[in-house]
């Protein structure tokens, strides 16, 4: 037998991962390397009752292409290792070897539910690098299409977080609301998923009609489609029960963890980079920051699920002023087509769906960023799952999981 | 004889085999039916009737087996097609009108599938399983009774019957989960051990105060006891055993909210996982007779099985053709014509601007729908099996509804949850609702 | 920009400071040593006065002749995004404290920094590769990673190493394509 080897790679007859008739009962050793570190030692050895399921890359509901090996005693999970990578397409390197304005559509198809944040972050740091001020109609803009986005983001986590608890129907009426927002958005950016409208200095394009007219419509009855969805399901005893004290975080633990987002303000902290780090034209507008588990023992998969909610209706508030305050002018800085900013550093974060979405980038004075960190907050917020779930159910793995509304593109990167 | 053999010659090689095994037939029927008649027939008919058990026991068997399959694809198709609606989808509209056939398809192309089994899968059980499984569930169809005398077998001890049956489908899903050599289907089948014995539980002693109330195991006597106004279904006496009842049989039959033998989302599908083909397609089968089973215990013990709501007039109409001699078959010719002249008459004087030919064509449809009415409410007064086969599907089918509508809209439960709710809540409930029905008996008798 | 918070962190941190503070938009930066760390982290972190308690980001960088790793803070008390640059650590065995200590969520990003620079984060108990293979035997980010080459000597190319743990990292002969200064 050949050296074992790691993980997918080229399995073959002499791979101890296969197993053949008479073999069965050798498939001891999980992975088939020595431990690497300390802790993967701990993780990979067994105690008596306890046994490994492993979870994905194949799995209906870990949202994407996700990886847990669960370490279970009957259907308790004692233990889980979440393991990463196969998504990764290396979008830091991607983007050092693209010039700063593709850097946009590269970064893009990062969080592919809400993609005009992933957008939003690097042209903010270019902005900084090339000291460009965007047009406040540019500003208005950004947030109401923002705004929408995250609107579109929740109602679809809505959907997810039922599914995953085994309920069929509310993933289709949240698909009604988010496509009504795609669609609309399609009709200003002319893509429905990918929007790659931020530019370097504004917004590709004015508002147009057709925009214009299906928002209205949609504003017209947003709240009230709101309320008939969370009819569906706050109201029903099994699918409270089955969130109600899972996964409690608080908030001085969600500090030291880094959560950022939804997930810290329903752990009791009131932290929105909208508010706590005010950019683009945030601090002109009127919103509450929703706050829930304010007691000491924080917030559960509940509170994480019903705050979602509560910002969506925030999120409508916003779109409603940027109509009413919408300023005239023009939507693009005047800017040289090839940009080559002076050397230096800039780091920006935007409130994402999800929470701090943040750039670094360094400049070397060519036309490609020399390095491009790119801070996801689902990536910082999978690590809470491994904490949040020991000594729990199996079932409550995905309860968990579905509420802290990881996306695994911007985990992988 | 040229003539014939050149006309031979043209036809085709299948021609040759064909024709001359048709004159074959032609001679050779004839005697044989007559062979059959004469000497055969007498002799089979006193085999049949000395057999009398046996014969009707074979006939039950196979035509329980045979209307389950239709069941099953019925209720498939009505699942997902109101879950469609639920959903605010089209569903199934390919195959069929409005998709009808889709279930039927996809059971064929179960049978087309790859039969897969698992190299380190233990064979023999794991072929063997599903059909434990199906079969179990299949059998129970042999003591419900479908109408007034529709019954398989009507066993003194229907009841145990039932719930004996009934709960050895657990091995079989055990044994199929144990089998696949997979912790996922290990852990769906392990679930479904404990969801099926603890429900098992609660499921049986809702049903005792039933038995105490009618005093009988029987299952077609409890049917019976029933008949008359809808005030004399046992729903009315034993709410609370019906409620029990409803909810320990949907954890039996491992529906949504209990479907965690299954859950997509967790075990991905639990003792299932490693099934393909048509051993997948009969625990699939046996999901949905399993549905139609809890529906159809739902209506025989709690909702008047086969008897209608209300008493209906019931009549044995003395039609004697007979006697009309010469005018009945001028009224077979005439009559007709003449219904639907007259229908014709008033769409022909009302829309005085449509043609002649669309007013008789109105005219002969009613003529037509009436006909059939009145053939229908014939049979319905006539023969108390057609009344009660109506009945008992409906109401049937309106559980089955039920159960489709809860799996459009609950979430699922979690296995603690599931466990403590059978222990903690349905089973003290149970013993309270036989304790209260065995008091009030025995309060009714001293009064 | 924020003068007030320049004074405060020249004042309490004046010994640690590896470089002048600069202040460019709404982002202070500091220069540190990576020994000093854990020192500067604390203190940010637990003194009122400065009250850091997000981390925010923690990016690894490789300038082409020296490493750093850069940590982005947050406060209540500022209106300033704080970033702090570990700098200097050498190319061939970059090493720096965890930070794992004090932000238990630096764990998944530094193992990050590790998969990608080789960046050995000395306290982390779990530092292994996160995204790569684990017989992976590059890192991609650094600035000598090339893509031919290194495809080659990984499992797709057809050799099979086994990572070692905590192993020195390998490093390419060739000068790396690109640099910036600082």
Redesign the interface.
Known sequence: M?????????ASEDDPRI???GQ?GQYEQV?P??P?????AEFYSLRDGE????MGPQ???THGVLRVVLKING?NVVDLDPV??YL?R?V??LC?NSDYHHVISQIDPLEYVSSLFMEWAPVMSFE?LLDVKVPRRAEYIRVLTGELLRVASHVLFQGWM????????PI??SF?ERDEIVEMLAALTGQRMLFNYFRIGGVNGDLNHEFMSRLGDWMSRALVQHEANIGLLNE?E??V??MRDIGRLDGETA??????GPNIRAAGVP?DVRR??PYSVYPELEFDIPVRGTGPAGGDSLDRYLLRLDEVRESIRIIDQCLHNMPDGPVMARLPRLMRPR?????A?VESPRG?F?T?V?S?G?DQP??M?I?DPS??H??LVGMLMKNN??????AVMASLDPVMGGI?? | MTAISKSLGQVTTAGKVIIPLLLVILVVGPIATYLLATVAGPVIVDVLNSNLGIVRFVVAITGVLLFSIPAAFIIIYMELKVIAFMNLRIGPDRVGPKGAAHSVIAGLKVLTKEDFSPNAADRTIFTWAPVIVFLTSVMTFLVIPFGPGLVGAKLNIGVLYLFSVGGMSVVGLLLAGWSSFNKYSLLGGLRAAAQVVSYEIPLTLSVVGLILLAGTLSVDQLAANQAGWFTNWYVFRQPLGALIFFIAATAEANRTPFDLTEADSEIVAGFATEYSGMRFGFLFFAEYVNVFIISALMTTFFFGAWNAPFPFPHLTVALDPGSLGIMLPIAIAVGPLLVTLALAVPFWLIRTKAPAWQALLAGFALANLLAFGAIGLLTYISWDWVAGLIWFFVKSFMFVFVFVWMRGTFPRVRVDQLMGFAWKWLLPASLLNLFVTALAIIVVKSL | MDRSLKARLEARLADHLAGPIRQRHDQTEIRIRPADLLEVMRTLHDDPDFDFTIIADLAGVDTGTTMQVVYHLWSAKTTDWLRIIAEGMPREDPRIPSLTGLWPGAEWMERETYDMFGIIFEGNRDLRRIYMPPDYASFPLRKDFYLPDDSARSPGGGARHVEQPNAPVVTSTRAPRRTVRG
């Open positions: 050949t050296t074992p080897t790691g993980l997918g790679h080229h197993m053949l008739d069965i992975p390397y020595p690497r570190t300390e802790r993967e046994m490994f399921l492993n799995h209906p509901s259907e990463l990578g990764h290396g830091e390197k050092e900084q039922a599914l995953d608890l085994g309920g069929l129907a289709l009426y009604i029903n099994i699918f029960r089955r500090k030291r963890m880094g959560v950022s932290f706590a780090h050397p230096g550093r800039a780091w974060a701090l943040g670094y360094i070397d060519t020399f390095r960190k801070h990536f910082v999978l690590q159910l199996i079932a409550d793995t995905m992988d990167k």
